[in-house]
């Protein structure tokens, strides 16, 4: 069983940085997608940033520039260094973790989420 717990959320002033950290336990196959998605309150869960285990990258429109993300693969962690945040990231973080088996099996999992306020 793949668990994935997230750390680092918290309240920030608009302008303000954080960093989420995600750490992943259990069996999971090389050549797997880690990434960071949020949702905010009334809103579908979004995309913000995820990066493959050679270290490709794909961002949301909203956060490039501001965002980066990236892994440790020995450690298996993922993290999120968010910069001049906005009201608007507020959210709660999901750390998410997509990966096949030999036979094709695609095996996703998520972390419980980690909240960030951006205050105006």
């Known amino acids: 069983q793949v668990q994935l717990l997230e750390s680092g959320g918290g309240l920030v002033q608009a302008g303000g940085s954080l960093r989420l950290s995600c750490v992943a336990s259990g069996s999971i196959a090389s050549g797997n997608i880690m990434g960071w998605y949020r949702q905010a309150p009334g809103k579908q869960r979004e995309l913000v940033a995820r990066?493959?285990?050679?270290?490709?990258?794909n961002y949301a429109d909203s956060v490039k520039g501001r965002f980066t993300v990236s892994r440790d693969n020995v450690k298996n962690m993922v993290y999120l260094q968010m910069s001049s945040l906005k009201p608007e990231d507020t959210a709660v973080y999901y750390c998410?973790?997509?990966?096949?088996?030999?036979?094709?099996?695609?095996?996703?999992?998520w972390g419980q989420g980690t909240q960030v306020t951006v205050s105006s």
């Open positions: 998410n973790v997509v990966f096949w088996t030999a036979w094709g099996s695609r095996n996703e999992y």
């Open positions: 990066i493959g285990s050679e270290n490709v990258r």
